[in-house]
């Protein structure tokens, strides 16, 4: 009994102590590498974002939204 709760409190201290790590000002450029994005590869991303469009029936929606004032 004694220890399966040592084994239950240490397990549950080092779980809690997992998150409280903060990542670094220098470490920050590691987070920001290109290698790190979703689509690497420019012409890939674009044949996706075309077959999508075919397959939808539907263009844009995946860039930056005006305001609705209608100037853009």
């Not at 040592?6 to 549950?12: C, D, I, Q, T, Y």
């Not at 000002?25 to 674009?46: C, I, R, Y």
Request: glycine share 16%.
């Amino acid at each position: 009994m004694r220890r399966t709760l040592l084994l239950v409190v240490s397990l549950a201290s080092l779980a809690s102590a997992c998150g409280r790590y903060a990542v670094r000002p220098n470490e920050k450029e590691f987070l920001a590498d290109p290698v790190m994005t979703f689509e690497g590869d420019p012409q890939e991303a674009s044949a996706d974002d075309h077959v999508l469009t075919n397959r939808e029936g539907a263009a844009g929606g995946n860039g930056a939204g005006g305001g609705g004032c209608g100037c853009n």
